[in-house]
């Protein structure tokens, strides 16, 4: 068994978005990310299917070109090779489900766009 409790030592960052792999093996990938107000991912996309779920705060989540005011609470289920991009409208909390083929390090990725 894992466990790890997704309000745990929760940081906020001025200066970049904070990503903590909360499960990643060969059956799961499970990331929480950590958002200070105004800060983004900006647009980017995987071949995979991800979920997206508000844990903590509200999140602009932009698809194409329609954008999506997400708050706590809400999931959203994403096809591959979607472009999507993120905004935090306050201090927010994301839960990111990826595909068990998605990497980790794709994510970490996406915030040195």
Avoid: W
Avoid at 40 to 58: A, C, Q, R
Avoid at 64 to 79: H, M
Avoid at 83 to 110: F, I, P, W, Y
Wanted: glycine share 4%; hydrophobic share 40%; net charge negative.
């Amino acid at each position: 068994m894992q466990k790890f409790n997704i309000y745990d030592k929760i940081e906020y960052s001025e200066e970049k978005v904070l990503i903590t792999p909360m499960f990643d093996d060969e059956n799961r990938k499970e990331i929480r990310i950590v958002f200070t107000k105004n800060q983004i991912m900006k647009d980017h996309k995987t071949k995979f299917p991800i979920t997206v779920e508000i844990v903590e705060g509200s999140i602009d989540f932009g698809v194409k070109e329609e954008i999506f005011s997400l708050v706590k609470g809400d999931i959203v289920a994403l096809d591959g090779d979607v472009m999507h991009n993120l905004k935090a409208n306050e201090n927010s909390v994301v839960r990111l489900s990826l595909s068990k083929n998605d990497t980790t390090n794709r994510v970490q990725g996406v915030l040195k766009l």
